[in-house]
């Protein structure tokens, strides 16, 4: 059968150049992840090692160190996604190849839901999701929120499924949307409802008196998504926490798109023109598409409900507190959605025919230059975390560690990438980390059991100063301090409880006294 005589526009060239360039770039923007031995992230290594946890506990046999100091959080919490597939994942890989293959399937999974949604509303759109692909490897994505990048690209992804099969809500469509927003639930509480959100204010805006007894199936298909959430709530409540941004701030952050400032300051001044070319892009398709100029009126067509979706993100991103039910950085979060929601608004019809192939090569060309930035940032990172891991090669197996880290930053401006690598090492080892700030949680999966003598995280990772030593040395039998300031009353309680066993630059570990040294350490 014809693509004509299946109702089906036929292909052209530039249809199959697109898809071309889209099939090679996709693998090709997974190398920074696969051309390092440690992918530079924040909270990376705390997933991992928490994920490795929580195949400890759920199938393994552990050792009774880790089956005393962790308990298994049997309930339907956000967060489980990424963590059951990265404890799946090193049934079958090291630990080091499966959070990499986690990583990329995220990256792919938002590539391909931008794609998806790009054109949803019309075929030919799906060019400017090459606009997204600079915005892969954003702030969100190397602060290690692996589980609300999951749920992002989840929630892109259903949003694209009902507006194409809006007019259709069978059995069929209801399966599998709400698997898809099941999903996302157990990535990320926020991106569920974003999605549910977006999916109603579309489903409002494409309301029709003809049509309006087949609209109302959606809602019965999707009510049964708000249970979860509602339980989350009840069991977490709302409490927010106010945000403190100036309007300089937040617009500057909004217009600059500061998300994807994460390596070195260059990345605002490429931000901004990103979000200048967008704006160019959303002036062109008003003119373009809603102004009939022979009649002197504006004109209203179905992609118009993406435009009113992006303004309506764009209030929420303003009014939207810093923090609710315990999650952060809900501003930031939030950020990147004005702008993927206006992908499938954008009109196809800015490039020609012809000049469709022109159009995607040199959006390629702008996420070529993307990578190779990338590219070089985590090969030059690689080195330094190899440097900061270095000294914990003399931590015994099987002890228990506390971090003191007094300076959590390689040379990257905006991304800590030292804050939890020391959990690379507790999944080689087999460690308890005192710092795992996601068992002091009840976010997540894996928690420290009650009761238990150990060091308050939070004074861990916000005042290493006034870590008690003493207090808690017959429960700790390694420290790990990293640029440790000379002269202080820590530095010399751990002298006097510790011995330094491993200096390598500004990486120190101790060792408690009178603890056997490990092999090979002098």
Known sequence: MTAAAAGRPPRVRGDRVERALFAVFVPLYLAPLWAVARVPTTDGPSHLYNAWLLGQLAWGDPPPLLAAVYDLRLEPLPNWLGHAA??????????????????????????????????????????????????????????????????????????????????????????????????????????????????????????????????????AALAPQLLLPLW?????????????????????YLLRLEVLYTWSPGQLRFGQALAGLWGALAVATLLRENVDWPARRLRVRPADAFLLLALLAVVLYAAAPAGLSGGTLVKQRLSLLPYLLLLPWFSPRLLQRRLAPLGAAALALLAAATLVHQLRWHRRLDGEMRAFLRPLAAVPAHSRLVPLLFARDGSAARVPVFHHAVDYVAVEKGLVDWGNYEAASDLFPV???????????????????????GLHRDHVEAVYAWRLPPGTLVASRLRRHYDLVREDGPGRLYLRKGLARPQGVR
């Not at 759109?125 to 994505?141: H, T």
């Open 86 to 219: 990265l404890a799946l994942l090193m049934t079958l890989a090291t630990p080091a190849v499966a959070e990499k293959l986690l990583l990329s399937g995220c990256l792919v999974l938002f590539l391909v839901a931008l794609r998806a949604l790009a054109g949803a509303v019309e075929p030919d759109a799906r060019v400017w999701a090459w606009l997204g692909f600079p915005l892969a490897y954003n702030w969100l994505f190397q602060m290690g929120f692996t589980n609300f990048c999951l749920g992002l690209g989840l929630a892109l992804l259903a949003v694209a499924v009902w507006w194409r099969r809006r007019e259709r809500p069978g059995l069929g469509t209801a399966l599998l949307l709400n698997a898809l927003l099941l999903l996302g639930y157990f990535a990320h509480v926020l991106t569920l409802l974003l999605a549910l959100a977006a999916i109603g204010v579309l489903w409002l805006a494409t309301l029709r008196r003809a049509s309006w007894r087949r609209h109302l199936r959606h809602l």
């Open 232 to 252: 989350f709530v009840a069991a977490r409540g709302t409490a927010a926490t106010a945000d403190g941004w100036s309007g300089e701030d937040l617009w500057g």
């Open 447 to 469: 928690r420290f059991a009650p009761g238990l003598a150990r060091p308050e995280v939070w004074t861990l990772e916000a005042r290493p100063r006034a870590y008690r030593v």
